[in-house]
């Protein structure tokens, strides 16, 4: 499952059945759930961000790392959109290679930081860690920890789909997280389990995420 479909997905999967489980978050994840679901998709896909700017409407356009030419607005011409940090601009793409492995902790670093993949099995102690933080840098509250525990629900979402996690190999038709199998993916996810078997108002959910 790729995408802002399979992501959504995986953290209302895992929030059904931490509440079959009466696991003690699952109301909290139910009271804040668009703060959830975006935690499962924008809090770890650092390259979601616009790749360009339309020169002759001024609206960001593309997605962040996909090289574009021209706009699909106009199809004109475009300049490269960056994002402004104090005296520094910086690109999508070095933004993806600063951030990625960041936040996806257990693969995704770039080749000269790798040595900091996260083993699997240390990820629930480092996410409490990173639980901890949000309490002392924000003060109690529950929307953040919803954020985070959507933020694990990509991570761990992510790990079974491209078989990192230890123990999975997942092949559909021509490989592991394909070019060819993902809008397959995305069409099942979306049509036959979601709107299906789950019964789920997919634009309500979107537009609340």
Known sequence: MSGIVGHTMYAILASRAASARQLPIAPLLRRHL????????????VQTMPEAVCVDTGQEVGY???????????????KPWSLSFEDRQLRPRE??????????LVFGWSPAEREHTLPWDHLPD??????????DLFGPGERQLAYLFGWLAHIVGDSLIKSIRPGVTLKLLD???????RPIQDLVTFHEVGRAELKLNWPALLDDL
């Open 34 to 45: 668009a703060s959830y679901l975006c935690g499962a998709y924008l809090g770890c896909d």
């Open 95 to 104: 933004i993806h290679r600063m951030f990625y492995g960041r936040a996806h």
């Open 126 to 135: 480092y996410v409490a860690l990173a639980m901890q933080d949000a309490i």
């Open 64 to 78: 962040g790392t996909a090289p574009l030419e021209r706009s699909p607005i106009t199809g004109g011409a475009v």
């Open 175 to 181: 490989g592991t997280y394909t070019a060819a199998n």
